[in-house]
């Protein structure tokens, strides 16, 4: 079964800093898609940025961008130019053929002014 | 563009009820999917419609049914409600495949059960 882990359950970063969120996956499909979503307290899921497992280059998404290591099946993300909008929970999720979309439990990123 | 509608937005129910919890996707796409978010288990997929088909379900119980109409409004019913399916259930749509597509997600609706 493929599982989604994010081991950091918080995280924070100053206004304007740079900060990385963890995810590591598991799976024996070679064909996926990863996604990092963010959930302000809004509720609403909201997709940040997605990556096919058959491309080699890193998707960017503005100041967003993902460090995409398929052998070691990890896949960061990277926010730069933190900004007070930014503050919510992250998470990451995995999509194989059979749309069985997995979710890591999320990280809270915090914001600090 | 109107974005993923789902009502109600909270429900309060008792246990040995049931709910059917309503999803309008966005104009023009055709899949339909289910998740549970809990603060224990996290989001978990419950179901996912493309084109009236039921063409992937989650690991819950047949308690958790659903279905998709012509117009791709898509319909989840939970029944004998226990006090653990309080959650909060989001629907998200896509124009084909979630994968090649991206989700778009609505606002959820919150369940209670006392």
């Known amino acids: 079964a493929q599982t989604v882990t994010q081991s950091q359950p918080e995280m924070s970063v100053q206004e304007a800093e740079t900060v990385t969120l963890s995810c590591t996956y598991d799976?024996?499909?070679?064909?996926?898609?990863l996604f990092w979503y963010k959930q302000p307290p809004s509720r609403q899921m909201i997709l940040v940025i997605r990556q096919e497992a058959y491309k080699q280059q890193n998707a960017t998404e503005n100041r967003f961008s993902v460090n995409f290591q398929k052998a070691a099946k990890s896949f960061s993300l990277k926010i730069s130019d933190s900004q007070l909008g930014d503050a919510a929970m992250y998470f990451c999720?995995?999509?194989?053929?059979?749309?069985?979309?997995?979710f890591g439990a999320g990280t809270r990123l915090t914001v600090k002014p | 563009k109107a974005g993923v509608t789902q009502t109600p937005r909270y429900l309060i129910k008792t246990r040995g009820q049931q709910v059917t919890l309503s999803c309008s996707p966005i104009?023009?796409?055709?899949?339909v999917s289910w998740y549970q978010q809990t603060p224990g288990q996290g989001l978990q997929f419950l179901f996912e419609?493309?084109?009236?088909?039921?063409?992937n379900k989650g690991n819950f119980p047949g308690r958790f049914s659903g279905r998709q109409f012509s117009n791709s409004r898509s319909e989840m019913n939970v029944s004998t409600l226990e006090l653990g399916d309080s959650a909060l259930y989001l629907c998200a749509s896509s124009l084909g495949l979630p994968g090649n597509q991206p989700q778009h997600f609505g606002d959820g609706t919150r369940l209670s059960i006392l």
């Open positions: 999720a995995y999509l194989a053929d059979n749309n069985d979309m997995r």
């Open positions: 104009s023009g796409h055709r899949s």
């Open positions: 799976t024996s499909e070679s064909d996926y898609y």
């Open positions: 419609y493309f084109s009236e088909t039921q063409r």
